[in-house]
């Protein structure tokens, strides 16, 4: 798929637990970022990562990047039943001058 | 709340009607953007206004018609939609210029329906 493929599509764990999603493509980028969207509302930029970049934090978010296996992660550390949305990545590939969405995933956490 | 700011934040319109979503932002930015999103799906981009000049239209259906009449606002026009056409339409804006990549602020979109 040209949108790249994120997994699990669906994610349910208990607050307090640690949540990881992975994002795969098949391009060359320069940047990936990754957006949370609660239910309606819109898209929030959580963290970008650079393609010469293997790792940024930011708060209680970690995000990998891994060019060679053209994939990325977000683990969010001990979960909050605010964390509950919908998570996307976006790749921004080179020359495209556009970002390009991955299919989601929907993050549940059980308080 | 976000620096996007997008109404209505509901519309319903007959397949005959002519309406206009509108959106605004006063960050500077020089992007901005429409995006069309189905329930469970991800954002699909529509058209990219970079310095007030349409740079990119994603082949969309001429019944919707982006007009850009100054960097801080965008608008879009609709006319003889279809009922498929029914989506959260959100507006995004980023700093642009040779930040292509440069991250997305988006609004909270208008919910339309199409009956």
């Known amino acids: 798929s040209q949108q790249g493929e994120e997994d699990p599509q669906a994610l349910s764990i208990q607050e307090g637990e640690n949540a990881t999603m992975n994002c795969s493509y098949k391009?060359?980028?320069?940047?990936l970022q990754w957006y949370r969207q609660n239910s309606g509302r819109g898209l929030v930029h959580l963290i970008l990562?650079?393609?010469?970049?293997r790792e940024k934090h930011s708060g209680r978010l970690r995000v990998t990047l891994d060019t060679s296996k053209k994939s990325s992660s977000l683990l969010i550390t001990a979960s909050r039943a605010a964390d509950t949305a919908s998570y996307f990545c976006?790749?921004?590939?080179?020359?495209?001058?556009?970002?390009?969405f991955g299919q989601g995933t929907r993050l549940t956490i059980n308080p | 709340d976000t620096e996007v700011t997008q109404t209505p934040k509901h519309l319903v319109m007959g397949m005959t009607n002519k309406k206009s979503l509108k959106c605004e932002q006063h960050?500077?930015?020089?992007?901005m953007y429409w995006y069309k999103q189905k329930a469970k799906k991800p954002p699909e981009l529509m058209f990219v206004y970079s310095y007030e000049k349409l740079s990119i239209n994603e082949s969309v259906p001429s019944r919707f018609s982006p007009e850009c009449p100054n960097s801080s606002l965008l608008n879009l026009h609709l006319h003889a939609l279809q009922p498929e056409d029914s989506a959260l339409y959100l507006c995004a804006s980023s700093q642009g210029g040779e930040r292509f990549y440069s991250p997305l602020h988006f609004g909270n979109g208008t919910r339309l329906t199409v009956t």
């Open positions: 976006a790749r921004g590939d080179r020359g495209a001058q556009k970002l390009v």
């Open positions: 391009t060359s980028i320069n940047n």
């Open positions: 990562i650079r393609s010469n970049e």
């Open positions: 960050m500077g930015h020089r992007a």
